[in-house]
Every structure is written in structure tokens, then in C-alpha cells.
Nanobody
Framework: QLQLVESGGGLVQPGGSLRLSCTAS????????IGWFRQAPGKEREGVSC????????KYVDSVKGRLTLSRDNAKNMVYLQMNSLKFDDTGVYYC??????????????????WGRGTQVAVSE
């Protein structure tokens, strides 16, 4: 059974950092590109970043460029989202998703094959 589990969320002050993890089970992560999505309270879910299965390519939305870094360790079946210089607008539930195949997938929720249940990130004073 394909499963993704996010972890690492929490409460952090503006300017702080968090590292989110996405752990895969039931399948070999190296065959999948990974995307991260978030949903803020009262807002639509949005794509944040994605990484190709070999980690050769990454993509970030403009609002997080220079602050978030996506990486992966295929040997451990894990993907990491390092989040620095966090802002109030980064608050939300963060989800990872997997899509089988090469290249960078679009940051569209329905284009992925498997999704985690999310981890909460709250940026607050």
C-alpha cells in the first residue's frame, strides 16, 4: 500500500525555520517525483515546490523562492522541505504528494498519484 507521511510541522515565530519531512512506505520513492502543497485557513490549496525523482531538477513558486529548499534521500525513502525566514503567510497545512515518472511534474494536486495527510505549520508571534 502506497503511503506518504509528513512530519516536522509546528509553531514558529516569523523569521524562524522548520524542516518538514515526507516519508514513503509501500513503494520505492526513487521512481517518483515529489511535490509539496499547502493550504492556509480559508484559502485554496496551492503548490509550493516539486523535485524530480533524481533530484536533478526542482521548482518553487515565487512566494517561497530563496526561503524554501527541497531535497531528497532516495536511500532513506525520504524528502525534506527546509523552510527558512518563515512568514505569517506560510501558515497552513503542508502536504507531500508523489507522482510516478521522470521530470518535474506540474504543481497541480490532481496530477499526483499519492498524497499524505499533512502536517500543520503555524507562524505566529
Amino acid at each position: 500500500q502506497l503511503q506518504l507521511v509528513e512530519s516536522g510541522g509546528g509553531l514558529v515565530q516569523p523569521g524562524g525555520s522548520l524542516r518538514l519531512s515526507c516519508t514513503a512506505s509501500g513503494f520505492t520513492l526513487e521512481n517518483y517525483a515529489i511535490g509539496w502543497f499547502r493550504q492556509a485557513p480559508g484559502k485554496e490549496r496551492e503548490g509550493v515546490s516539486c523535485i524530480s525523482r533524481s533530484a536533478a531538477s526542482t521548482k518553487y513558486v515565487d512566494s517561497v523562492k530563496g526561503r524554501l529548499t527541497l531535497s531528497r534521500d532516495n536511500a532513506k525513502n525520504m524528502v525534506y522541505l527546509q523552510m527558512n525566514s518563515l512568514k505569517f503567510d506560510d501558515t497552513g497545512v503542508y502536504y507531500c504528494a508523489a507522482r510516478h515518472g521522470p521530470g518535474l511534474p506540474p504543481l497541480e494536486w490532481n496530477d499526483y498519484d499519492c498524497w499524505g495527510r499533512g502536517t500543520q505549520v503555524a507562524v505566529s508571534e
